[in-house]
């Protein structure tokens, strides 16, 4: 499967759009599936808005739908594309990340408005629809709305000597700013080197270095995440996603927190079949089970139920035969503590 990603990135890189659409479409693994679907959309935002956000918002994956149609927000807005920019924004779920997108979007249109050096601008002449203004604000100070129109404050920035008559300063000094993107720390994490990231302390060092593991798988380069994954001590939120895209089972127990382990099983028993899914479950909590049996049964039955709701919304029948052996073995779980209490 991964050798397919592998050239889905390769014919993006190289412009054959339809070739890499063709070989995403034999993708059957959901996450693997929404890394192309992700690319793909960005690589088609400035050519084909539409099609790039109709193929956005299909990826599997909520988190990954969500990043492809943040990314859509951004640069379509960078590009003046406002309306294709905030119904790419609408369509995103998580409500931080529709936030983001939409203020990012204020602040893009804010920036062009000062550049037209002009004091009002029609909804129409922009793209526009009211509905859009009201996701927009609260709008950047400078610019307000009133009737249908944009209008440029004059005083938002001070006038020019050469060009004392102009409406706003025309000398673009803000043009070396880095403009926003979806991931800022990208460039800083690329650039650094396993001599630099060894000096640091945990639990940063392993932070840091599952943050550029993600990023390289990402990008194809699963070998270059496989050999990050074994220097990695402590395991944080991202360890676990890398994990599972990797399929690397020997480092689970590098994963710490419960919130991540809880995560992590609830994402192994929505994607993975039950032969696969429900050993992990055991070796993820190996050391809970042997610690607090009686907790460890409690936990496979709540991740049941989790899995039993899911299959509901999803109508999805082997979700369903999931959730009822999951907490078949759950109940067995729980015996057999009660029956070891009682020796």
């Known amino acids: 499967m991964i050798e397919k990603l592998a050239k889905v990135r390769e014919a993006i890189e190289r412009g054959k759009l339809e070739e890499a659409i063709k070989i995403s479409k034999n993708i059957n693994d959901p996450y693997w599936k929404s890394y192309a679907m992700k690319w793909l959309s960005q690589a088609m935002a400035s050519k084909n808005p539409a099609e790039a956000r109709r193929l956005a ?24 594309k406002f309306k294709d920019a905030v119904d790419s924004a609408r369509l995103i779920v998580d ?46 100070e400078g610019i307000k709305y009133e009737d249908g129109r944009f209008l440029v404050d004059a005083t938002i920035l001070p006038v020019s000597e050469e060009k004392g008559s102009a409406v706003v300063e025309m000398r673009d000094e803000k043009a070396n700013l880095k403009e926003p993107e979806l991931e800022p720390l990208e460039m800083e994490l690329l650039e650094l080197t396993e001599e ?16 550029i593991g993600l990023h390289r798988l990402e990008e194809g380069d699963v070998e270059a995440a496989e050999e990050l994954v074994e220097k990695i001590t402590i ?32 994402r192994v028993l929505l994607l993975k079949p039950t032969d696969d899914a429900i050993p992990l479950i055991y070796t993820l909590f190996s050391d809970l089970r042997n610690r607090n049996p009686w907790k460890f ?47």
């Open 235 to 266: 395991g944080g939120g991202t360890l676990a996603r890398l994990l599972f895209f990797l399929g690397r089972e020997e480092h689970l127990e590098k994963v710490r927190r419960p919130v991540d382990r809880i995560l992590l099983a609830y």
């Open 297 to 343: 049964a409690r936990l496979m039955k709540f991740l049941a139920f989790e899995l039993l709701e899911e299959g509901r919304k999803r109508r999805n029948k082997a979700l369903l035969i999931k959730s009822k052996e999951l907490f078949r073995k759950g109940k067995e779980e729980e015996l057999s503590a009660t029956a070891q209490a009682s020796l």
């Open 95 to 140: 409500v931080y990340m529709k936030k983001k997108a939409l203020r990012s979007i204020s602040d893009a249109l804010a920036e062009a408005l000062k550049k037209m050096n002009i004091i009002e601008i029609s909804l129409g002449e922009l793209g526009l629809e009211e509905a859009d203004v009201e996701l927009l604000k609260p709008l950047p």
């Open 57 to 80: 918002s299909s990826i599997p994956i909520p988190s990954l739908r969500n990043e492809a149609l943040l990314y859509l927000a951004y640069e379509l807005s960078k590009r003046g």
């Open 196 to 211: 630099n990231f060894e000096n640091l302390p945990e639990p940063f060092r392993s932070a840091l270095i599952e943050s």
